[in-house]
């Protein structure tokens, strides 16, 4: 279930190409990738980290905890997949994910999450490409204003893997 459309007919195609690059791609852990009220990992979160890291993408883990956190990731064995993971107590905020994004083109670093309000209205901030996994707690949750509205909306991590793979060839 895609909503928004990626080919813009007024753009060149030279231009929607650059459009079409994934530079590198930001995951939210919480209800994203990891469940943690079972302590089991998002059915299809090793399916689509391992064809990401089979095609060279890199891979940053930002969310919500502490050592908690960490411990999980490895005990879960994704910790391989990521070349940055941050955990932090407190709101999501700009200057957190400020680092990871593409100074080139910031629309090249993909922020896949679950939360309109915090994660991936972080990205849109950020002028990142935005993916909601409208699975679980926040499925409901809709966007308030334009910078909350997601660039892709998916309900499973299946669903993400197939858009990137189909929609943007990686």
């Known amino acids: 279930m895609l909503h928004t459309p990626f080919y813009n007919s007024e753009k060149s195609y030279e231009e929607n190409k650059v459009k079409?690059?994934?530079n590198n791609i930001i995951f939210d852990w919480k209800r994203t990738l990891y469940n943690p009220d079972d302590g089991t990992l998002i059915e299809g979160a090793k399916e689509i980290l391992e064809v990401l890291q089979h095609k060279n993408i890199p891979l940053t883990l930002i969310g919500k905890g502490n050592a908690d956190m960490y411990r999980e990731v490895k005990r879960l064995e994704v910790e391989k997949y990521f070349s940055n993971i941050i955990f932090q107590d407190g709101l999501k905020e700009n200057s957190l994910f400020?680092?990871?994004?593409?100074?080139?083109?910031?629309?090249?670093?993909?922020?896949?999450g679950d939360r309109v309000k915090s994660e991936l209205a972080v990205g849109k901030s950020l002028g990142a490409t935005t993916v909601w996994v409208r699975q679980g707690k926040f499925s409901m949750e809709e966007p308030e204003n334009e910078n909350q509205m997601p660039d892709y909306v998916v309900t499973?991590?299946?669903?993400?893997?197939d858009l990137l793979i189909n929609k943007f060839h990686i």
């Open 20 to 22: 079409n690059m994934i």
């Open 156 to 161: 499973t991590l299946i669903e993400v893997k």
């Open 98 to 112: 400020e680092p990871y994004i593409s100074k080139d083109d910031p629309s090249s670093t993909f922020f896949i």
